[in-house]
């Protein structure tokens, strides 16, 4: 496959580019259809899929006693739609969350939450859970503030752990987990290891761990492909697995990272496969 340069402000800078989407099939279809739009031929391998846990009495439990809780912190789109999609069997409605004052970790989760009936009352300005922390000082002491935090059961604990710190009583409820989707992965490594692969990109750790045992890490650490992430929490991921991060989005988001792959490829001497 030819990979001439393209002409700066090209209406589909990534014509011809080969990219795999890792995300989970259910929320992959915005990054799909941005980076297809662009030009790219976009090869949709889902290394993880969200599933529920079985028992979430804890979460009614909780819930039901929102009012004794002063935030309640979404982190994940996941854990919204998790979260209202039980509450009409528990006789909820999202507009009970509002009893307590509601944070979303950034835009795509506090959307989620908008489509819900629900406004998030906080967003910060960087989209990781050391910001959720610093944002919610910023508003005042939360000294004996409690705070619930509905989340995945492998989440990482920087977010509990720092307002902890600051003295809050945080109830962390693991509502969800990510598991490795079901299929065989020989197929996009074997691609991997022919050099046919432009871009992989990562949306979240769980993406890098799962796309690992997809895959295997012979592939997974080639250098034959460009490795394109979200985030620092990610690249911090990939890096720890032994995969090289070229692109990293500034904006924590799906059209940040889209902009950083345009970017990347706009740049002199860049957009040539790895290997």
């Known amino acids: ?8 402000g090209s209406a589909r800078p990534l014509s011809g580019r080969r990219i795999v989407v890792t ?4 929320q992959a279809g915005a990054l799909v259809r941005a980076l297809e739009a662009l030009g790219a ?7 993880i899929r969200i599933v529920p846990l079985d028992d979430l009495t804890p979460l009614r439990a909780a819930l039901s006693r ?3 809780y002063d935030w309640i912190v979404f982190t994940s789109q996941n854990a919204v739609r998790v979260v209202c999609d039980r509450l009409p069997e528990w006789g909820l409605a999202p507009r009970d969350l509002t009893r307590a004052a509601v944070a979303a970790i950034g835009p795509a989760t506090a959307e ?3 489509q819900r009936g629900v406004a998030a009352e906080l967003i910060p300005e960087r989209f990781v859970a050391e910001a959720v922390v610093a944002a919610l000082a910023a508003r005042g002491d939360v000294r004996g503030k409690r705070v619930l935090v509905p989340r995945a059961r492998e989440a990482r604990d920087a977010l509990p752990e720092g307002l902890r710190a600051l003295g809050a009583v945080v109830d962390v409820l693991p509502i969800y987990e990510t ?3 079901t299929g065989d992965g020989s197929d996009l490594a074997a691609e991997i290891l022919a050099g046919t692969i432009d871009v992989i990109t990562f949306t979240s ?3 890098v761990r799962r796309f690992v045992e ?3 890490r012979a592939a997974a650490t080639s250098h034959r492909f460009t490795a394109a992430v979200i985030g620092p929490v990610s690249a911090g991921t990939a890096r720890e697995l032994g995969i090289a991060v070229a692109i990293e989005a500034r904006d924590y988001t799906v059209p940040g990272l889209v902009e950083a792959i345009v970017r990347y490829y706009g740049e002199d001497g860049k957009g040539k496969r790895a290997g």
Do not use: F, K, N, W
């Open 41 to 47: 031929d976009v090869v949709a391998a889902p290394a």
């Open 214 to 216: 997809l895959v295997g």
């Open 23 to 26: 995300r989970a099939r259910a």
């Open 205 to 207: 750790s769980s993406t």
């Open 66 to 68: 929102v009012p004794s």
């Open 179 to 181: 598991i490795r989707e």
């Open 112 to 114: 989620a939450l908008t």
């Open 1 to 8: 496959m030819s990979h001439a340069s393209r002409p700066p």
